[in-house]
C-alpha cells in the first residue's frame, strides 16, 4: 500500500512475518520490519500505515518505522486478520478485536467482523469488510497462492466508522470477490470478481472488473430516469400549446374589461406568494427530517453496467 499522505512511500508485506517500505522515487528500501521467530504469524498478513503515516502494524506487531523501533505486539485470538488502524488514531482493529492504542488495552469485541478484511473510503466514514472464504476451501487451495489476500466470498459488507462500527448492510455482487477499491471522492467502486466458480481453481479462470456508482440504487436511478422523460414530454406539451395560443383568433367578448384583468393578476399574485411560502414550510420540514437521519444507513451500489460485454474482462496477475 501507498503512504496515505502522500505517494512517496510503498509498504510491501512479504511474508507472515516481514515487510518493507521502499521509496517510491528512488526505488531503495527505507527499512525492513522483521518480526522475530514466535510472533502472530497472521496467515494473510497485511501490513499497513497509519493515516499520519508514522507508524506501521504489520502481524499484529505495532512499529514506528522511522526509528525501526518495535512498540508492542497484540495478542493474537485468530490465525487469519492481521489487522488495521482506525482514521481516530487512537485504536487497532483486529479481527473481531478493537484496542487502544494508548494503553494497549482491550477496548471491545465486534463479532461481526470476524475473518474480515477491513478496508475505509476516502472520507473515512465508512468501512468496507471482504469476508475470507471458509477455512475448508483455504485448505484446498494451490500453496502457490497461500499468501495472496483473496479470494474473499460473494459478499461485501459496510460499517459506520463510528465508536462501535455499526452495521450499514450486506452486499452481495453473485461471483467470488479478488479486490475491491474505490475513487478519491467515493462516488465509485470497482471489485475484481472471478468468472470461475470453483474456489480452489480461481486463478485459473478468467475475471470481471464491475463499477458500482455508490449511494444510489438502479430502481432510483431509473425512476429519475423516467421522471426527466415526463417532463420532457411536459416542456413539449406547453411549447405546443403557446404556438397554438399565438395563432389564434380572439373575439371582442372573449377579452375582459381592463378592471377585471388587473383584479385577476393581483389575485394570482397573491395566490402564488401564499402557495410558495406554504412550499418554503414544507421543505423546511423535510430537511429537518433529513437531518436526523444517517445518510450511510441508505447506502446502495448499483452497478454501471448490467451486460457483460460492457463490462472490462482481464486475467489476475499475482
Known amino acids: 500500500m501507498f503512504s496515505y499522505l502522500s505517494d512517496d ?16 522515487y528512488t526505488g531503495k528500501t527505507i527499512t525492513v520490519l522483521a518480526n522475530p521467530p514466535g510472533s502472530n504469524g497472521y496467515y494473510k498478513n497485511h501490513a499497513v500505515f497509519n493515516f499520519t503515516d508514522d507508524l506501521v502494524l504489520n502481524d499484529g506487531v505495532l512499529w514506528d518505522y522511522r526509528s ?21 488514531g487512537i485504536d487497532i482493529v483486529i479481527n473481531t478485536e478493537v484496542w487502544d492504542m494508548r494503553t494497549f488495552k482491550l477496548l471491545n469485541t465486534i463479532n461481526y467482523l470476524d475473518n474480515c478484511l477491513l478496508k475505509y473510503n476516502h472520507s473515512q466514514d465508512v468501512m468496507y469488510g471482504l469476508s475470507h472464504v471458509k477455512q475448508e476451501i483455504r485448505d484446498q487451495i494451490s500453496p502457490s497462492y497461500k499468501h495472496v489476500l483473496g479470494p474473499f466470498e460473494s459478499t461485501f459488507k459496510t460499517f459506520a466508522a463510528d465508536s462501535g462500527y455499526p452495521s450499514l448492510g450486506t452486499y452481495d455482487v453473485g461471483k467470488q470477490i479478488v479486490d475491491l477499491n474505490f475513487c478519491r471522492r ?17 486463478w485459473s479462470g478468467g475475471s470481471v472488473v464491475k463499477l458500482y456508482l455508490v449511494g444510489r440504487s438502479k430502481a ?35 377579452v375582459s374589461d381592463e378592471g377585471t384583468m388587473s383584479d385577476d393578476l393581483n389575485n394570482a399574485s397573491s395566490n402564488e406568494s401564499m402557495s410558495h411560502d406554504d412550499d418554503e414550510d ?13 445518510p450511510r444507513s441508505n ?18 496477475v499475482t
Open 9 to 24: 512511500k510503498l509498504l510491501c508485506t512479504m511474508s507472515e512475518h516481514k515487510s518493507s517500505i521502499v521509496d517510491c
Open 68 to 88: 525501526s523501533t518495535r512498540i508492542h505486539k497484540f495478542d493474537k485470538f485468530n490465525n487469519f486478520v492481521s489487522g488495521v488502524f482506525t482514521p481516530s
Open 186 to 202: 467515493d462516488r465509485l467502486l470497482v471489485t475484481v470478481e472471478s468468472t470461475n466458480e470453483d474456489f480452489t481453481e480461481l
Open 220 to 254: 432510483s436511478r431509473d425512476d429519475d430516469e423516467d421522471e426527466e422523460d415526463e417532463d420532457d414530454d411536459d416542456d413539449e406539451d406547453d411549447e405546443d400549446d403557446d404556438i397554438d395560443d399565438g395563432n389564434s383568433e380572439f373575439d371582442d367578448d372573449d
Open 282 to 294: 414544507e421543505d423546511d420540514g423535510d430537511e429537518d427530517d433529513e437531518d436526523d437521519v444517517d
Open 299 to 316: 447506502l446502495n451500489f448499483s452497478i454501471m453496467s448490467d451486460s457483460d460485454d460492457d463490462e472490462t474482462q482481464g486475467r489476475i
